[in-house]
């Protein structure tokens, strides 16, 4: 890497933050997405999950159970199973890395509109590196999801008494390799894929199921094993397992994680992954 | 390294797509300080061909140098000697004029005071100082096309390539358009390679032309020069009957032929005076006339010369209707 790929990463990384900074509805809806997560369903099972709300005015007569006993049990019960944090904690700790991890596919969408606007015919006939222009867009973009994660970790700390401030810079690193992975896949993907549609189908298909075997929602402990078993393959189990210990010093994943796996895990993931689309990319012509 | 007097030169190009021919063997050098116009109807492979020279194609086969610099071998010194500007837009619509430029300069290794100063020296000269700071996104299609001119020369090309750089303009902003042209020639010493499918640009602009047709250069010139292919004026008469006799009894024609079914070319000196005599030898040979026309030569009728075709009329195929198409989908 010479100086001018340097100039070029610089000014692909300026590139998608001026557009993030005048696209003022993309901020609002990757913002607020995770925003509707949280109070529906944070609200919702929140109270599900939570001993307070077992009416025993109901109960049979014959069953002879103290009250108090059975909520404490059944507290205890729930706190365990979500790392001994209430469920909107154990949820907006999770949200966190799940904001970044859906605003990384934005990127392989913004390569294709650069394809069809012709913007990419641009960047493809500048002598600068292809390597490190698309490498500063996917800085540019994990910058960006990151900055959206630290939105919601500050909204948590209205929401939630047990965040650990300090360790949010922690659990912001661990989200931003994290999101850096996933635009890298993203755009490798947007680079076989010309068309808007088949690209949107191909990631829905894949952000769905990635979200809910991942850790964010609910326990991997009490997943199902098949479910488990794609878990461990999922970078973002170890994006929302890393970031919810620096965040909560709770451990919510398998016996066998541990933040620093999570870290070794996440970098290999995310070099794998900026290398394709490097590749890609320096392949890329006008011809597909 | 190949001679420096010419900055361009291409040699025996070919360019398949599939199984379509887009390029034919293609042969031609541009010298320096030169404007010349590849000319031709849509589909003729004009755009193909400066995409290889562009670096963003590969040929086939053949070769390609660039300032010396092969076109495939040595891609990034060829990049950094020209600049482009492309049929469809390549403007960020999101960012501001400025950003846009901005960009370019930092991708093309400008930094700082200097690359300021040169962004709005530009502007300047394209007449969008005003609208720096304003997004490309409200631009007219004339402002887009200025502004993308003022991109390509921020990193001072030594080629400058304009892709029909007045496709889908109003005939003020083309003249404007035609202007900076011709200034960057004359006050820059600029090299530009542009395609048209406009005679009239051509004409115009350009100090040579090649003519290009399914993929082949069918003349090269100057504008005088291909125009001298027909001397004088060009009758063109639609008629029913025994064509090759009454082309025989024509003796004041310096050629008649026939350029297409039921078409003839006649050349001569003068049509207005031979007009009269032409319509009387019909009448006597049982010839009858349905169409008549005469014009002095301009470039559409050396076009219509060599490929029976006018240039108007293959303007009208099929990529208009596509790029409307695509222009509805994308917008």
């Known amino acids: ?288 | 390294m190949k001679l420096m007097d010419e900055i361009v030169v291409v040699e025996n190009l070919v360019k398949n797509f599939k199984d379509i021919v887009a390029v034919d063997n293609i042969s031609f050098t541009i010298g320096r300080r030169e404007i010349f116009g590849l000319l031709g109807p849509n589909g003729a492979g004009k755009t193909t061909t400066i995409h290889i020279i562009a670096t963003l194609l590969k040929p086939t086969s053949g070769r390609v140098f660039v300032s010396g610099y092969n076109v495939v071998e040595e891609s990034k010194r060829v990049r950094e000697k020209i600049g482009i500007v492309f049929q469809d837009p390549s403007l960020d619509n999101q960012l501001t004029a400025y950003d846009n430029m901005y960009i370019h300069g930092k991708l093309y290794g400008l930094k700082g005071r200097e690359l300021h100063d040169k962004i709005m020296e530009l502007l300047d000269f394209v007449e969008l100082k005003q609208f720096a700071s304003k997004k490309v996104r409200y631009f007219s299609g004339g402002m887009r096309r200025r502004l993308e001119i003022a991109r390509s020369l921020l990193h001072e090309p030594e080629l400058l390539i304009l892709d029909e750089p007045t496709i889908g303009l109003d005939p003020q902003t083309r003249a404007r358009i035609w202007n900076y042209i011709r200034e960057l020639r004359r006050e820059y010493d600029m090299t530009i390679l542009l395609t048209t499918h406009y005679m009239d640009e051509a004409e115009e602009l350009a100090s040579r032309i090649a003519i290009m047709d399914h993929g082949k250069i069918i003349a090269m010139g100057t504008p005088d020069e291909l125009k001298a292919m027909l001397r004088g004026d060009a009758i063109y008469l639609v008629l029913r009957g025994d064509i090759d006799s009454f082309c025989r009894e024509l003796s004041f024609a310096r050629e008649c032929r026939k350029i297409a079914e039921n078409r003839i070319e006649v050349l001569v000196d003068n049509a207005p005076k031979v007009l009269p005599e032409l319509f009387n030898i019909a009448l006597s040979n049982n010839v009858v006339i349905q169409e008549v026309s005469y014009r002095r030569p301009t470039l559409n009728e050396v076009f219509l010369h060599l490929t029976g075709r006018e240039l108007r009329e293959t303007i009208e195929e099929t990529p208009v209707i596509r790029r409307a198409y695509m222009r509805r989908h994308w917008r």
């Open chain 1, 1 to 288: 890497m010479d100086d001018r790929d340097l100039n070029a990463v610089a000014s692909m990384i300026y590139r998608q933050l001026k557009r993030w900074i005048s696209s003022r509805s993309r901020i609002v809806s990757v913002i607020v997405q995770p925003l509707l997560w949280i109070i529906l369903l944070g609200l919702g099972f929140g109270a599900i999950f939570s001993a307070q709300n077992i009416d025993t005015s109901t109960w049979p007569s014959f069953v002879k159970i103290n009250p108090e006993l059975l909520k404490n049990i059944v507290s205890k019960y729930f706190t365990t199973l979500f790392g001994g944090v209430d469920y909107i904690t154990y949820l907006i700790t999770g949200m966190a890395s799940m904001t970044a991890f859906m605003g990384s596919f934005i990127s392989g969408i913004s390569v294709i509109w650069d394809k069809q606007f012709g913007f990419l015919k641009e960047t493809l006939v500048a002598p600068a590196s292809r390597r490190s222009i698309i490498f500063g867009r996917m800085l540019g973009d994990a910058i960006i999801n990151t900055i959206h994660s630290t939105a919601i970790i500050l909204l948590s700390l209205l929401v939630s008494g047990s965040i650990n401030i300090w360790g949010i810079p922690a659990a912001l690193a661990y989200i931003f390799i994290m999101s850096l992975g996933f635009t890298g896949l993203g755009i490798a993907l947007s680079l076989r894929f010309s068309s808007m549609e088949g690209f949107q189908m191909i990631v829905n298909l894949l952000t769905m199921p990635l979200m809910f075997m991942s850790g964010v929602f609910y326990p991997l402990k009490t997943m199902p094993d098949w479910m488990k078993t794609i878990a461990l393959f999922n970078p973002l189990t170890y994006a929302v397992h890393g970031s919810r210990y620096w965040l909560t010093g709770t451990d919510t994943g398998l016996s066998f994680m541990n933040p620093l796996l999570d870290l070794a895990i996440l970098s290999i993931f995310t070099t794998i992954f900026t290398i394709i689309a490097m590749i890609l990319f320096d392949r890329a012509s006008l011809e597909d």
